[in-house]
């Protein structure tokens, strides 16, 4: 599939990322049934560590926050119905491995 400008492993690329974030975003990118990656705002935060998790469902697809050291950023992810809940507890699995 052709992706558009910016978008690159899945990903989009036209705004920035928090500190290691780029890496699980392209895994989460190659999960059957997700269509895009877009990174949106970054807020400063108390958090400590690094940290994705499934927030909610949208219209198009999920909502995800990501945390590191300081920042939260929200990441929507482009998924149809069907495979939402496979999505969610991938990005579950992965994210265990993420917190190690």
């Known amino acids: 599939m052709l992706m558009p400008k910016h978008f690159r492993r899945g990903v ?10 780029e890496r699980p975003l392209e895994k989460i990118a190659a999960i059957p049934g997700v269509k895009k990656v877009i990174p949106g705002r970054i807020y400063a935060s108390d958090s400590r560590g690094f940290e994705i998790k499934v ?7 999920l909502k ?9 950023q929200e990441v929507f992810l482009i998924v149809d119905r069907p495979y939402r809940e496979a999505v969610s507890e991938a990005i579950r699995k992965l994210a265990k ?4």
């Open 12 to 21: 989009k690329r036209e705004h920035h990322f928090l500190k290691g974030l």
């Open 97 to 100: 491995e993420w917190g190690d």
């Open 64 to 72: 995800l926050v990501a945390k590191s050291d300081g920042s939260v």
């Open 55 to 61: 927030t909610r469902e949208t219209q198009t697809g």
